[in-house]
């Protein structure tokens, strides 16, 4: 059972910048592809960005390409998101994944095994 716990949300102005941080608490980070989500008030959760298991290669979602990136620490146990210039649009809870199918990186949802309790982020115009 894998454990994860996010931190750094919080309630900002449009253009500003906040960095999301999940901890694990399983011995074998390192064997999970990580991802972020995030879920819009009555809309369906969608990926925000997914990392690898060695932090090579990251996928990101269109709307946020070139203000968010994410990151992750193997030492740590940690992956974090690095959240710039944010828009209004970015309002959402935000929620940290794991997956364990040893895939390359991972984009759905439905492949995600653990989740996080989730962490507000408000955004305002």
């Known amino acids: 059972q894998v454990q994860l716990v996010e931190s750094g949300g919080g309630l900002v102005q449009a253009g500003a910048s906040l960095r999301l941080s999940c901890a694990a608490s399983v011995s074998t980070f390192r064997s999970y592809g990580m991802g972020w989500f995030r879920q819009p008030p009555g809309q369906e959760r969608e990926l925000v960005a997914a990392?690898?298991?060695?932090?090579?290669?990251?996928d990101y979602a269109d709307s946020v390409k070139g203000r968010f990136t994410i990151s992750r620490d193997n030492t740590r146990n940690t992956v974090a998101l690095q959240m710039k210039r944010l828009k209004p649009e970015d309002t959402a809870v935000y929620y940290c994944?794991?997956?364990?199918?040893?895939?390359?990186?991972?984009?759905?949802?439905?492949?995600?095994?653990?989740w996080g309790q989730g962490t507000q982020v408000t955004v305002s115009s």
């Open positions: 990392i690898s298991r060695d932090g090579t290669f990251a």
């Open positions: 994944a794991a997956d364990r199918s040893g895939a390359p990186i991972t984009t759905e949802v439905y492949s995600y095994d653990y």
